[in-house]
């Protein structure tokens, strides 16, 4: 990569970035590193997109900051293809097997990146679901990961020279002349006007896009709330310059975001971490449990969206009650005593829940499993975190909060190459024109891994600058 633009070169043209996430960020660190201007355009106010609220971590092997010696590069790419399922590798089965090896392959670099070269701290690593080792990283503060990280990159990227950064502007078209991209339409407050450039389009995916592309790709999830802010997706903006689509019916629904109560009807929500239930929380359905609350995220979400749903047009969602014990509640107390700051859960008493009769009966035949007394759970479950309330009245404290399926992450999205660029239906890159992030297809099938998406943002972000610099370069000689 030794395209350097030297100052005083002719080409005072840009680099055009879409949209301003972690994938987005990446990449115009690699453009600036080169010397290449670059114009980043964001249609929201802020920068960070989705990826500010990441909250477990990013995914790396090997990595100094794990145990040494268990895990490999070839155990991630067979978690990767196992998530992935085996009904979608068997489509498109080369295109996803390279994709899948560049994003492992590039993991230990991804994280050695971030921390040796930008100074994000790293250092500890959990074993989220789905995954055969620890290998997902975060940092030892109370700063989740994604802030961390793109705040950081931030402050880098606002310190140079090269970065033109416009939020409040949303591209409205990507401009094509004779198959090559040259540049966008921009729309900031009610203007419209055009930028020259090639692009890099890091737009995101559509889980928060309830009416739009989830309406048209998965019309059972239509009016579905989502952890993702609630506007539209930008895909068809790259399929009108002939960017083709695969796995777009591809879909991931967490079970549990939080239901506020000041505002149930928003159709943007706070995660309800995984913890609350790994650590003995359970789930009620008018007093009753009615699955073994450590199923598999989509299985759990199936259940739940069996039920007949509240109708809180045009938001659709379901009335789940999560309940903790006391000693639940204190091996979690960091995440809930924040969700309680929230307004998101708070304690109160058995006697105060829905139906407590039926409550309280079922809180008691769980302690009963809990404690080992002769039954196993009906339902399955087989362990049950730090749970011990033993002999519950009315009185007994819990901690409560009412979660509901909602929309997390679109695995579909543009087809692209290990280089990043966007491929036509010939399977030829267009010229001028890469992607990375959400936005693109082929890496996470039927499921995303937790920490992979992170990671394919640092990854493919990178490597669209990269080859990005590379053609303006290319450019700057002829
Ligand atoms: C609550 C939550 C927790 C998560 N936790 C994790 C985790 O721990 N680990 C992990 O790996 N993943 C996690 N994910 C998923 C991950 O955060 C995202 O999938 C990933 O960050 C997407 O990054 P991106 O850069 O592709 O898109 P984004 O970060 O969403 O950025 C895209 C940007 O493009 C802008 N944009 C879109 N269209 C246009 C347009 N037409 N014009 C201008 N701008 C546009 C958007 O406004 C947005 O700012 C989590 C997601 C959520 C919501
Ligand atoms: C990954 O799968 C391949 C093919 O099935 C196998 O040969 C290899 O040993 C597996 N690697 C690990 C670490 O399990
Ligand atoms: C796609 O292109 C057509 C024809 O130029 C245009 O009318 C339409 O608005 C475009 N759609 C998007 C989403 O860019």
Redesign the pocket.
């Known amino acids: 990569m030794s395209s350097r633009i030297h100052p005083g070169s002719p080409s005072s043209c840009p680099v055009i970035v879409v949209g301003f996430g972690l994938a987005g960020l990446s990449a115009s660190c690699e453009l600036v590193v080169r010397g290449v201007p670059v114009h980043i355009l964001e249609r929201q106010q802020k920068p960070g997109g989705n990826s500010i609220k990441a909250s477990s971590g990013i995914n790396g092997v090997p990595t100094r900051f794990q145990a040494q010696g268990s895990d490999t590069v070839s155990a991630f790419y067979n978690d990767t293809v196992d998530s992935a399922g085996v009904n979608l590798m068997k489509m498109e089965t080369e295109t996803r097997k390279k994709l899948i090896s560049s994003l492992t392959e590039s993991s230990s670099e991804a994280i050695n990146w971030l921390v040796d070269e930008q100074g994000i701290d790293l250092t500890r690593v959990a074993q989220l679901g789905g995954h055969s080792h620890a290998r997902t990283h975060r940092g030892a503060g109370l700063t989740p990961p994604g802030a961390s990280i793109v705040l950081k990159l931030l402050k880098q990227l606002q310190a140079s020279p090269l970065v033109t950064l416009e939020t409040d502007t949303t591209v409205?078209?990507i401009l094509k002349t004779n198959a090559v991209v040259v540049g966008v339409e921009v729309s900031h407050a009610g203007e419209t006007r055009k930028i020259e450039g090639p692009v890099i389009f890091t737009a995101g995916g559509f889980a928060g896009d309830s009416s739009g592309l989830l309406a048209r790709y998965r019309p059972d999830l239509a009016g579905l709330p989502s952890t993702n802010e609630a506007l539209p997706g930008s895909v068809?903006?790259l399929?009108?310059v002939s960017a083709q689509l695969l796995d777009m019916e591809q879909v991931q629904v967490h079970p549990t975001g939080f239901v506020d109560p000041k505002e149930p009807a928003k159709p943007t929500k706070f995660l309800a971490a995984e913890a609350l239930r790994g650590e003995g929380g359970i789930l009620l359905r008018h007093g009753k449990r009615f699955i073994n609350e450590l199923a598999t995220r989509k299985e759990i979400s199936d259940e739940i969206m069996a039920l007949p749903a509240e109708d809180l047009q045009p938001t659709k969602q379901w009335d789940i009650l999560l309940v903790l014990d006391e000693a639940a509640y204190q091996a979690t107390k960091t995440h809930v005593d924040f969700y309680m700051w929230k307004g998101l859960m708070r304690k109160t008493s058995i006697f105060e829940l829905e139906n407590s009769d039926v409550a309280l009966e079922t809180i008691k035949k769980y302690g009963a499993v809990v404690q080992g007394k002769g039954v196993s759970d009906p339902l399955g479950r087989s362990t049950f975190g730090n749970w011990n309330l033993e002999n519950p009245t009315f009185e007994s404290a819990v901690y409560v909060g009412t979660v509901t399926p909602v929309v997390h992450y679109t695995m579909g999205g543009v087809i692209f190459s290990p280089k990043a660029e966007v491929l036509d239906s010939g399977a030829s890159p267009i010229k001028g024109l890469w992607a990375a992030g959400e936005t693109t297809s082929g890496i996470h099938g039927e499921n995303r891994l937790g920490g992979s998406s992170l990671l394919e943002c640092v990854v493919f972000g990178r490597i669209a600058g990269q080859n990005a610099a590379t053609f303006m370069g290319a450019h700057d000689g002829a």
Do not use: I
């Open positions: 409205t078209k068809d903006l399929v009108n």
